[in-house]
C-alpha cells in the first residue's frame, strides 16, 4: 500500500485547509485510515481516524468539533477537512493505513502498517 499526502500549506488562524491523501495498493476500504501529526520538537501525535466503511470516526480532543475526517472508498481517497485552525496546529501531517488492529487502538501510531510521506501545515498568527 502506497499513500501520498498532499494539500497542506500556509494559512492564517482561523482558517482553513483540506489534506488528502491517496492511496494505492491493496483494498482501501478494508482499512481503517488515520491522520497523525508531528510539530516541531514534539512526538508525532494521533488526529483522528475513520473505520473502512467510514461508518466510525475518532479525534483527538484537541481537534474535535474542528476537524472533520472522511473518505471515498471508490476513489481510494482519504481527507481531513480542517477550520478554525490555529497556531498550535502547525505540523507536518501523515496518514496511514491500519489493516487489522481493533478499533480501540486506533490511536496509536504502532498499529498502522503504511505511512504516508507527510505534508506541511502551516498557521501563522
Wanted: charged residues 15%; positive net charge.
Amino acid at each position: 500500500v502506497q499513500l501520498q499526502a498532499s494539500g497542506g500549506g500556509l494559512v492564517q488562524a482561523g482558517g482553513s485547509l483540506k489534506l488528502s491523501c491517496a492511496a494505492s495498493g491493496g483494498t482501501f476500504s478494508s482499512y481503517t485510515m488515520g491522520w497523525f501529526r508531528q510539530a516541531p520538537g514534539k512526538e508525532r501525535e494521533f488526529v483522528s481516524a475513520i473505520s473502512g466503511s467510514g461508518t466510525y470516526t475518532y479525534y483527538a480532543d484537541s481537534v474535535k468539533g474542528r476537524f472533520t475526517i472522511s473518505r471515498d472508498n471508490a476513489k481510494n481517497a482519504l481527507y481531513l477537512q480542517m477550520n478554525s485552525l490555529k497556531p498550535v496546529d502547525t505540523a507536518v501531517y501523515y496518514c496511514a493505513a491500519d489493516i487489522g488492529s481493533k478499533w480501540n487502538s486506533v490511536r496509536f501510531e504502532y498499529e498502522y502498517d503504511f505511512w504516508g510521506q507527510g505534508t506541511q501545515v502551516t498557521v501563522s498568527s
